[in-house]
Each structure stands twice: as C-alpha cells, then as structure tokens.
C-alpha cells in the first residue's frame, strides 16, 4: 500500500486539533482575546510557541523511536493513546495566577510565553511526540501539529468570548476521548510498521 504524501503532517494535524478542543490553551487563547482584543499578535504567539514546542517535543519522539523496540514502542504509543483518551475527559481551567501575569506584557509576548508553558506537558505535545516517534519526516509531525493547533486555536481567538458559552465543550471533548481509544485500539491490534 502506498503512502499519501504528506500523511504525517494530515495525522498530526487532525490528532492536535481534536485534542486541543476544549484544553487548556484553547481557554487561555480565549483569555488572550478577551485581554488583549488584538488576535493577530495572538494568533503570531500561539504560532510561535507551538513551533518551538512542538519542535522539541517531535525531536524528543524521534529520538526515543530510535531506542525502542517496535513492539515496545507500539505498546507505549497505545497506552499514551489510551491515557490521552481519558484525560481529554478531564475539563481543563485556566490558572488565576497566570492570565494576572499576562497584564504587563504585549499581546504577541504575553500569547507566546504562555502558550510555550502551557503546551509543556499537555496532551498536545505528549501527542506530538508520539506522532514523531511513529511518523517521519519530522518537519511534516511539527507542521502537522502546529496546523491543528492552529486549527483549533484561531477562531477562538477570532470569536473571543462572545460565543463561548455556546459551544458544546463536554460533547467534544466526549468525542475527542471516543477518537484517541479508537487510536489506541487501532495501534495495540496494527501496531506500528
């Protein structure tokens, strides 16, 4: 079977923009806008800080790929998989602390120092890399990741908080979680090859 081109890049990009739905950093993108009220120097930072950590985190998979067994590593990318799936389930929440600290800084500083530490750890970049340590080349995952990212991040950004209360979040992380099982199922039963 031949590969598309560019089907990492596709997988990252639909892996990230549905595990953002409904995350941390999408709330924060929606503070950013409500602060700030100037999306495109927030659009730029979120653009930004998922470039550099995203890019570290694809060149962490990677390498961790080159170390592993295949089965070994196929059991991981199904067990990460499957505790993606349960901690999309989990609502997120913006910390107090942290959107005060984004007063003193310009929109485009503020976005990209937050979502770079807000990205730490979550589940878009443990999904990152995973997808680097499945998919090559590297630059299509990180592509991939920082699309869905942005997929995901920018019409919050656009919309602000004027439509916030009228997105069904718990549906979509509901469905999101229904996605990331049905990967780990897919990846215990496939594998990697």
Same mark, same amino acid.
């Given at each position: 079977?031949?590969?598309?081109?560019?089907?990492?890049?596709?997988?990252?990009?639909?892996?990230? +923009?549905?595990?953002?739905?409904?995350?941390?950093?999408?709330?924060?993108?929606?503070?950013?806008?409500?602060?700030?009220?100037?999306?495109?120097?927030?659009?730029?930072?979120?653009?930004?800080?998922?470039?550099?950590?995203? +890019?570290? +985190?694809?060149?962490?998979?990677?390498?961790?790929?080159?170390?592993?067994?295949?089965?070994?590593?196929?059991?991981?990318?199904? @067990?990460?998989?499957?505790?993606?799936?349960?901690?999309?389930?989990?609502?997120?929440?913006?910390?107090?602390?942290?959107?005060?600290?984004?007063?003193?800084?310009?929109?485009?500083?503020?976005?990209?120092?937050?979502?770079?530490?807000?990205?730490?750890?979550?589940?878009?970049?443990?999904?990152?890399?995973?997808?680097?340590?499945?998919?090559?080349?590297?630059?299509?995952?990180?592509? @991939?990741?920082?699309? @869905?990212?942005?997929?995901?991040?920018?019409?919050?950004?656009?919309?602000?908080?004027?439509?916030?209360?009228?997105?069904?979040?718990?549906?979509?992380?509901?469905?999101?979680?229904?996605?990331?099982?049905?990967?780990?199922?897919?990846?215990?039963?496939? @594998?990697?090859?």
């Amino acid at each position: 079977m031949t590969e598309l081109p560019f089907a990492a890049a596709l997988v990252a990009t639909g892996t990230v +923009a549905l595990a953002e739905i409904g995350d941390k950093t999408q709330l924060l993108a929606l503070l950013l806008a409500a602060r700030f009220r100037r999306p495109w120097p927030i659009v730029a930072g979120i653009l930004v800080a998922t470039l550099l950590n995203h +890019a570290l +985190a694809a060149w962490i998979g990677a390498w961790a790929a080159h170390w592993l067994t295949p089965q070994v590593l196929r059991w991981i990318v199904a @067990g990460s998989f499957l505790a993606i799936a349960l901690w999309t389930l989990k609502p997120d929440t913006i910390d107090e602390d942290a959107a005060a600290t984004t007063s003193a800084h310009g929109a485009f500083l503020a976005t990209t120092l937050a979502f770079f530490i807000a990205e730490i750890g979550d589940k878009t970049q443990v999904a990152t890399v995973l997808l680097a340590a499945k998919y090559a080349p590297l630059w299509e995952v990180v592509a @991939g990741t920082t699309l @869905g990212m942005l997929l995901a991040n920018v019409p919050v950004v656009l919309l602000g908080h004027r439509f916030a209360d009228r997105l069904p979040l718990r549906a979509a992380r509901i469905t999101a979680a229904l996605v990331f099982l049905a990967l780990a199922a897919w990846v215990a039963w496939r @594998g990697i090859a």
